[in-house]
């Protein structure tokens, strides 16, 4: 008490100076009619303000549960695509809903660490085998795929992307059907290269390439990229390929599982 | 005791000028001249500081009052008395000021006088245009009329001060 008496004693002249002009403010906004009206205009924008902004910032607290909402939602969606089945019909003509069984399952996951500039580039994502990802699994993003799952622990996976030097992936043109394996040259995040594609296929740039099936990895018919530029190499056609996915801002991916890999791979490993 | 009750005359003839004479001049346009800020300007440089605000705020409810712009003119004066010590300081001469000084024309000459009255007027009636307008939109109409009210009430008070508070 005797401390805000003392403070009270050395401050007088300030706080008496706003006790003032605080008293002359309300006086002005009580009694005098325009000054009245102009503080409620004023009061109801700042009340208006303030509110807007609360509202944008637990907006923003909220994101993140809504994109693992988004995503889960979309992990079903991808599901429940055609692609995404596997076909069990042995009479084609048979064309039931019981026909199709799941093929792709689809784990979505948080980019934890990326990387895009260096010879071999490699993302963290959040989650593990915990979750069901294992090694040689494909991951693809809403704009097309990311990479190869190279290694797993309990809770995080480390994914090969496209711009790793490791890196193959059979590629078909979406049009045409003619197939090639795309590799990544190390230059820029953008661009990757097609290599040996015969020299009768007709190229057009800008023709879109997708995924097949052939390399056990990816679905078929996920998007890789547009041809940029192409052209001619000893006996085959070299394309470069404008990447459709941004290496720079990946967010979320989806961890494709494969229910059927294993079945074909022990088939296919008979013969070699 | 002499000087309280010479500075309570001249505080309730000021007033009282104001309020019955200067109020009532039908200025140019909307603007009129405060002579009663004059009572503030020539309180002895010395004066506590509190007491200069009480009397500011005290003059300036009474011209409220009088002209019910109820808050207005005591806001501003308000503003005007707490700056007063700072601007004395910054027009400070050289050897400083004595104890029985008074900050009038005769004492330290017009100019030092002009800058002195145009400064706290200035203070006074930007601060008073702001509590009228309460906006700052049409900031070019205001300021004008600012800035001719200021001249105004510092030429009235110039004058009052050559004439009248000679000592």
């Known amino acids: 008490m005797r401390d805000l008496f003392a403070f009270i004693g050395k401050h007088s002249f300030i706080l008496l100076f706003f006790v003032l002009q605080i008293v002359s403010f309300i006086l002005i906004i009580n009694f005098n009619e325009p000054q009245k009206t102009r503080m409620g205009v004023v009061s109801n924008a700042f009340q208006g303000r303030i509110y807007s902004v609360t509202q944008k910032i637990t907006r923003y607290f909220w994101l993140d549960f809504a994109n693992q909402r988004l995503v889960a939602e979309n992990a079903k969606l991808y599901e429940n695509q055609g692609f995404s089945k596997f076909d069990h019909s042995i009479n084609v003509s048979r064309v039931t809903d019981t026909a199709y069984s799941q093929q792709y399952e689809y784990i979505p996951a948080k980019v934890l660490n990326n990387s895009s500039n260096k010879p071999n580039n490699f993302i963290t994502i959040n989650k593990g085998w915990k979750h069901g990802i294992a090694k040689n699994m494909s991951v693809i993003c809403p704009s097309g795929i990311v990479g190869i799952v190279v290694r797993t622990s309990k809770n995080f996976s480390l994914i090969m992307t496209v711009l790793n030097s490791q890196f193959r992936v059979s590629t078909k043109f979406k049009n045409s059907g003619y197939y090639g394996s795309l590799l990544w040259n190390g230059e820029n995040y953008k661009i990757a290269t097609l290599e040996e594609i015969p020299l009768h296929v007709i190229i057009n740039v800008g023709d879109t390439l997708v995924t097949n099936s052939y390399s056990n990895l990816f679905p078929s018919g996920i998007m890789v990229g547009t041809i940029e530029s192409f052209y001619q190499k000893d006996n085959f056609f070299s394309a470069n390929v404008l990447l459709s996915t941004d290496f720079k801002r990946i967010d979320y991916v989806y961890v494709v599982k494969d229910l059927y890999k294993e079945e074909r791979e022990i088939l296919e490993n008979q013969v070699q | 005791m002499e000087n309280i009750s010479r500075y309570t005359i001249i505080f309730i003839s000021l007033i ?60 501003s004066t308000v503003m005007m008395a707490a700056l007063r010590p700072t601007i004395l300081k910054i027009l400070a001469p050289r050897i400083g000021y004595e104890s029985n000084n008074t900050p009038l024309l005769s004492h330290f000459g017009t100019s030092w006088a002009l800058k002195y009255i145009t400064l706290c007027v200035a203070i006074h009636h930007i601060s008073l245009y702001f509590c009228f307008t309460f906006t700052f939109s049409d900031l070019g109409f205001t300021f004008i009329r600012m800035l001719l009210n200021i001249a105004l009430t510092v030429f009235v008070i110039i004058l009052s001060e050559i004439f009248v508070f000679k000592k």
């Open chain 2, 16 to 75: 009282l000028l104001q309020i019955l004479v200067f109020n009532n001049i039908p200025a140019i346009g909307m603007i009129s001249p405060y002579i009663y800020l004059a009572f503030i300007l020539i309180l002895p440089v010395s004066i506590s500081p509190i007491l200069l605000l009480l009397l500011a705020f005290l003059s300036g409810v009474l011209v409220d009052l009088s002209i019910t712009s109820y808050g207005v003119h005591s806001f």
